[in-house]
C-alpha cells in the first residue's frame, strides 16, 4: 500500500512522453507540481470547451470550469502537453457512485482533448495513464471500484466514447445519468477480480450480457438492487 505520507511517489505520477507528447501530472497530497499554475488554468479551460461542445446549457454556473473537486488536495490532475501548449487533461479522485447507493470508488472525470488534436490517440493515452493512477489511488484508500461517466454522444457512432474506455479495461453497465440532455452511461474496473465479483460482494445482483445493438462492444453489466424486485432502477436525471 502507497503511503501518502512517505514520501514515495507512485510511478504513475512520474511525467512521460508519447509520440512526442508530454504527459503530467498535479496532485499536493503526493507532492506532484509537474504541471503550472498558467497550464493547469489552461487544462481546465481546455477540458470546459471540449466537455461543453454538446451540452444544451452552456452556463458557467451550471458546469464550472473548476470546482471543489479540483480544489481537493488529493485529487490528481493530468495534462497533456506539447511544445508548452496543453492539448488535453483529466482528473482523478475520491467519489461516490449515487446511482450504485453511495458506494465509494476512484472516479475519471473531466476528459477532454482540443478538438484540434483528436483522433491522434491523446485520449486514449490520458485516460490509460489515469487508470494506472487510479489504481495506486484506489490501494491507498483501501478501495476496489475504479469509475467513471461514458458519454453516448451523437452522430452515426453514439458509442465510440464507451469504446475508448473499454479499450482501458473498463465495462459497460446498466446505469446512465442525463445530464442537461446528454446521457452517459456509468462504466466500471476493479483492482482487485472483477467487476461483477465486487458488486456482488457488495448486495447487487449482476447479470453480464452482450449489447445487442454493438457488436464491438464487450459484456455489458446489468445491475439490480438486491430489493429492487427485478428492476434496474438504471436511469437518473442530474442538473450538473
Given amino acids: 500500500?502507497?503511503?501518502?505520507?512517505?514520501?514515495?511517489?507512485?510511478?504513475s505520477l512520474l511525467p512521460e512522453v508519447r509520440r512526442g507528447i508530454e504527459y503530467r501530472c498535479f496532485c499536493p497530497r503526493w507532492r506532484i507540481q509537474d504541471i503550472t499554475v498558467g497550464e493547469l488554468w489552461e487544462m481546465f479551460d481546455v477540458r470546459w470547451a471540449a466537455l461543453s461542445e454538446e451540452r444544451l446549457d452552456k452556463d458557467l454556473e451550471t458546469f464550472l470550469i473548476r470546482d471543489s473537486i479540483d480544489l481537493a488536495e488529493t485529487t490528481v490532475q493530468?495534462?497533456?502537453l506539447h511544445q508548452g501548449r496543453?492539448?488535453?487533461?483529466?482528473?482523478?479522485?475520491?467519489?461516490q457512485v449515487g446511482l450504485l447507493k453511495g458506494i465509494s470508488g476512484v472516479q475519471i472525470s473531466r476528459v477532454g482533448v482540443h478538438k484540434d488534436w483528436r483522433g491522434k490517440g491523446i485520449g486514449?493515452?490520458?485516460v490509460s495513464k489515469a487508470v494506472h493512477i487510479a489504481r495506486d489511488v484506489a490501494v491507498d484508500a483501501g478501495l476496489n471500484l475504479i469509475f467513471l461517466w461514458g458519454r453516448v454522444v451523437g452522430g452515426r457512432d453514439p458509442k465510440r466514447v464507451l469504446r475508448l474506455y473499454e479499450r482501458a479495461g473498463f465495462m459497460r453497465t446498466s446505469r446512465f445519468i442525463e445530464t442537461k440532455g446528454l446521457?452517459?452511461?456509468?462504466?466500471?474496473?476493479?483492482v482487485r477480480g472483477t467487476p461483477a465479483e465486487h458488486l456482488s460482494a457488495l448486495g447487487f445482483r449482476v447479470?453480464?450480457?452482450?449489447?445487442a445493438n454493438d457488436a464491438?462492444?464487450?459484456s455489458m453489466l446489468v445491475i439490480f438492487d438486491a430489493d429492487?424486485?427485478?428492476?434496474?432502477?438504471?436511469r437518473r436525471t442530474s442538473s450538473d
Fill in 183 to 190: 446521457l452517459n452511461c456509468l462504466m466500471v474496473a476493479t
Fill in 207 to 211: 447479470t453480464e450480457v452482450r449489447d
Fill in 86 to 95: 496543453v492539448l488535453g487533461g483529466l482528473r482523478v479522485h475520491l467519489a
Fill in 216 to 218: 464491438s462492444a464487450t
Fill in 1 to 11: 500500500m502507497t503511503d501518502l505520507n512517505s514520501g514515495h511517489i507512485p510511478l
Fill in 228 to 234: 429492487s424486485g427485478g428492476r434496474t432502477a438504471d
Fill in 78 to 80: 493530468v495534462a497533456a
Fill in 124 to 126: 486514449h493515452t490520458l
